[in-house]
């Protein structure tokens, strides 16, 4: 069964950093593209990053861009989201999910973790 | 960026209805869109992708159309379980961007 499970969320203050962890199991995580997305209390879904399988290729959405890094371990099958310069609008529930990729369909989040909430308070 | 464009926001309907949400790309995407459910308080989950296919273990009541820029979901007899906000997603490239999401109600 593939299981997804982030921890590392809490309070943090206006400006700190907080590093998010994704632990996967039940599938080959190595072989999968790996996302976070995150969603703010009572909105949408917004993605935030995007790693390859081998970390050799990495995406940010503008909103994180040069606050937000995203990297993975294999060995430890992992997912990581360093985040700093936290904002009271970085505050939401973050989910990792696993991506699966074919040419013919493209890259979609097939499975999300619980999510993790993080409060950034002044 | 391309946009992913919603409509309607929000919508009710009686059980049984056919409902249909559109979601619009402000460029030609091929088929590489999802649709994700996500009931109150519960995690996101994959409904279809390649705009038309049907995930494993999805209530063929279920479908999706659409290429290029328009794309729809059609719940084909509306469920109380079904209610829930949906959302497409584009898959081709970074940013993979959500639509705002669709909130569909029980009448």
């Known amino acids: 069964e593939v299981q997804l499970v982030e921890s590392g969320g809490g309070l943090v203050q206006l400006g700190g950093s907080l590093r998010l962890s994704c632990a996967g199991s039940g599938f080959s995580f190595r072989t999968y593209e790996m996302n976070w997305v995150r969603q703010a209390p009572g909105k949408g879904l917004e993605w935030l990053s995007f790693i390859s399988s081998s970390g050799s290729a990495i995406y940010y959405a503008d909103s994180v861009k040069g606050r937000f890094t995203i990297s993975r371990d294999n060995a430890r099958n992992s997912v990581y989201l360093q985040m700093n310069s936290l904002r009271a609008g970085d505050t939401a529930i973050y989910y990792c999910?696993?991506?699966?990729?074919?040419?013919?369909?493209?890259?979609?989040?097939?499975?999300w973790g619980q999510g993790t909430l993080v409060t950034v308070s002044s | 960026d391309i946009q992913m464009t919603q409509s309607p926001s929000s919508l009710s309907a009686s059980v049984g209805d056919r409902v249909t949400i559109t979601c619009r790309a402000s460029q030609d995407i091929f088929n590489y869109l999802a649709w994700y459910q996500q009931k109150p308080g519960k995690v996101p989950k994959l409904l279809i992708y390649?705009?038309?296919t049907l995930q494993s273990g999805v209530p063929s009541r279920f479908s999706g159309s659409g290429s290029e820029t328009d794309f729809t979901l059609t719940i084909s007899s509306l469920q109380p379980e079904d209610v829930a906000t949906y959302y497409c997603q584009k898959c081709n490239s970074a940013p993979w961007t959500f639509g705002q999401g669709t909130k569909v109600e029980i009448k």
């Open positions: 390649a705009a038309s």
């Open positions: 999910a696993r991506v699966t990729y074919d040419i013919l369909t493209g890259y979609y989040p097939d499975y």
